[in-house]
C-alpha cells in the first residue's frame, strides 16, 4: 500500500514534466488541440491531490501519510538524500496547487488561441507546475533549494514569454537576478545550518530535531534563519526585493495568475512555514516587521496604480506581507490559511481581469487602434452590462481580498489581525506598529480593490466605440472564474482548515 502511495505522490513530479517534454518537442503536431493533452495529465494530477486531501480531511490531522527518502549522493561520510514528505499542510498546498494549474491550462487554451507559440506555452507552464510541486515534496532543505532554482527558471520564461516586447526581456531579467540575491543568502542559510552540531544533514526533520537538542548560539541561529529567510524576501515579493513583480506583468495572463495564486510567491511563504520550528524569537521579530511594512507599502501604491494588472500585483505583494506578518507573530497557521484563501481569489481576480483585457483587445484590434491601453482601467468603465459573469466573479472576489464577513479573506485576514494584536498584549513596545501596519493595510486594500471595481465595471463607458465591440468571455474562461469565485466563499473554510 505504500508503495502505491509513493507511486501517486511521484506522479505530481512525472506527469508535468513528462508534459513539459511533451509539449516542447511534439506539441506543434497537434497544434492548437496540444492542451487537450496538459488538460488530462494536470486533470490526473488534481484528482490524485483531491485523493490526498480526503485522507487529510477525514482521517486525523497529525498522520503524516507518506515519507520515504533515497540516498542520492554519497561522498566519504557525506550523503545526500532526496525524498518525499506529504503531511496535511502538504496535501492541501498539492491541491491548491494542482487545482490552480488545471484551472489556468483551461482558461488558457482560449486566451492564447492564435499564438504561434502555443505548445512552447503549455510547456513552461508544465516546467512551472512540475518546480511547485517538488518544493512542496520535499523532505530535505537541499531538494527544496534545487525545485526552488526551477521555479526561478520556470518564471523567468513564462514572465519573458513574448520576449520581442522589450517590456518582457526586461522584466524577466529583473526576475531572475533580483530572486538570485535572495537565493544567494538563502544558500549561505542552509549551509550554516547544515555544519550545526556533530550530525550533518540537510533533512528538514533531521534539522529541527537537531536545533532543538543542540546547544547552539542564539545570535548564529539567528544570522541562519535569516538568510534562508532572504529567499522566501526575493521569492514572495518582500521588501526590498519586491521590485520584480509589478514588471512580472508583461508576461501573459494566465501565467500571472499561476505566479501570483499558486506557484512562485506561495513558494517563499510556504519555506518560511517549513522551516519555522528553528526560528529564532529575532529572526521572528525581524520577519514580523518586513511583512508589516512590505504589506502597507505595497497596498498604498496600488492606490496609485490605473493598470489592471498591476493593481492586483502590488495587491498580491501586499497580501504575501499579511503571511510573513502571521508567520513572524506566530500564528503559522493563520498564514497558511491566507496562503489557501488567497489563492482562490487571487486567481480568480487575475482570471477575471484577463477576461476584461482579452475583450479589449478583441474591440481594440476591430477598430485598428493599436493606441489605446487594454489594460488601463481610464479606457474602461460601464462593463459590468456587457460581461456580467465576469463582475460577479470578480466583484465576490473583491469582496474577499477586502474581507468582508462571510467571504473567505475575512476569516483568514480575522485570524491574522487577532495574532497582530495577541502579539503586541504580550511583548508591547515597537510591536504596536505590526497592528496598525495590518489594519491599515487592510482599508488600504477594500478602498484600492473597490476603486478597481467602479473604473472598470460601473459609471459610462469611456469611449462608446470600443465599448459597442465588447463581450463576455466563452465558457473556457468563464467557467475557472465561476468556480474560484465560489471558493472564495466563507462557508467552504469556517470549520474545516
Not at 513574448?162 to 544558500?187: H, P
Not at 510567491?265 to 522551516?275: E, F, K, M, N, S
Not at 495587491?315 to 482562490?344: C, D, E, N, P, R
Request: aromatic share 14%; charged share 10%; glycine share 8%.
Amino acid at each position: 500500500m505504500m508503495d502505491f502511495n509513493l507511486l501517486l505522490a511521484l506522479s505530481f513530479l512525472f506527469i508535468p514534466i513528462a508534459l513539459f517534454i511533451y509539449q516542447l518537442f511534439f506539441g506543434h503536431i497537434l497544434k492548437h488541440d496540444t492542451w487537450y493533452v496538459s488538460i488530462v495529465g494536470i486533470g490526473v494530477s488534481l484528482s490524485i491531490a483531491l485523493s490526498f486531501f480526503y485522507r487529510v480531511f477525514f482521517n486525523s490531522p497529525d498522520d503524516i501519510i507518506i515519507h520515504k527518502s533515497f540516498n542520492w549522493l554519497t561522498t566519504g561520510n557525506f550523503n545526500l538524500d532526496l525524498g518525499i514528505y506529504i503531511d496535511n499542510i502538504a496535501a492541501i498546498m498539492l491541491l491548491v496547487v494542482s487545482l490552480v494549474s488545471f484551472l489556468v491550462h483551461l482558461y488558457s487554451s482560449e486566451y492564447m488561441r492564435g499564438d504561434s507559440r502555443f505548445s512552447r506555452y503549455y510547456a513552461y507552464l508544465g516546467l512551472f507546475t512540475f518546480s511547485m510541486n517538488g518544493i512542496v515534496l520535499a523532505d530535505s532543505i537541499t531538494m527544496i533549494y534545487i525545485f526552488w532554482e526551477l521555479v526561478g527558471l520556470s518564471s523567468y520564461l513564462i514572465i519573458g514569454f513574448w520576449f520581442e516586447k522589450k517590456s518582457a526581456a526586461s522584466a524577466s531579467k529583473k526576475a531572475f537576478l533580483t530572486n538570485r540575491v535572495g537565493d544567494i543568502g538563502m544558500f549561505i542559510g542552509i549551509m550554516m545550518i547544515y555544519f550545526v552540531g556533530d550530525s550533518h544533514s540537510f533533512n528538514l526533520s533531521d534539522i529541527i530535531e537537531k536545533v532543538k537538542t543542540s546547544q547552539i548560539d542564539s545570535t548564529y541561529l539567528t544570522i541562519a534563519g535569516i538568510l534562508i529567510f532572504m529567499g522566501a524576501v526575493g521569492k514572495s515579493a518582500q521588501l526590498p526585493l519586491h521590485i520584480w513583480l509589478p514588471d512580472a506583468m508583461a508576461g501573459p495572463t494566465p501565467a500571472s495568475a499561476m505566479i501570483h495564486a499558486a506557484t512562485m510567491v506561495a513558494a517563499g511563504v510556504y519555506l518560511t512555514l517549513r522551516i519555522f520550528p528553528i526560528l529564532t524569537f529575532d529572526a521572528l521579530t525581524y520577519i514580523a516587521f518586513t511583512g508589516a511594512c512590505t504589506a502597507l507599502f505595497a497596498s498604498i501604491i496600488a492606490i496609485t496604480q490605473n493598470d489592471i494588472k498591476k493593481v492586483l500585483a502590488y495587491s498580491t505583494v501586499s497580501q504575501l506581507g499579511y503571511m510573513v506578518l502571521a508567520i513572524g507573530v506566530g500564528s503559522y497557521m493563520a498564514a497558511f490559511f491566507h496562503l489557501v484563501t488567497h489563492a482562490m481569489f487571487k486567481a480568480c481576480l487575475f482570471l477575471a481581469s484577463g477576461s476584461v483585457i482579452h475583450s479589449m483587445h478583441h474591440s481594440l484590434h476591430e477598430l485598428h487602434d493599436h493606441d489605446t491601453d487594454p489594460q488601463d482601467m481610464r479606457n474602461m468603465g460601464g462593463l459590468k452590462n456587457k460581461m456580467p459573469i465576469t463582475y460577479l466573479g470578480m466583484l465576490i472576489t473583491t469582496l474577499a481580498i477586502s474581507g468582508v464577513p462571510f467571504f473567505s479573506g475575512f476569516v483568514s485576514k480575522d485570524a491574522i489581525l487577532a495574532g497582530t494584536l495577541a502579539h503586541y498584549f504580550e511583548h508591547g513596545g515597537i510591536t504596536i506598529f505590526l497592528p496598525i501596519a495590518g489594519f491599515g493595510a487592510a482599508t488600504i486594500t477594500a478602498f484600492y480593490m473597490f476603486r478597481l471595481i467602479f473604473l472598470t465595471f460601473h459609471g459610462k463607458p469611456k469611449n462608446e466605440d470600443i465599448y459597442k465591440n465588447l463581450h463576455e468571455s466563452p465558457a473556457v474562461m468563464t467557467i475557472p472564474v465561476i468556480l474560484l469565485s465560489a471558493l472564495s466563499l466563507g462557508l467552504f473554510y469556517t470549520g474545516s482548515l
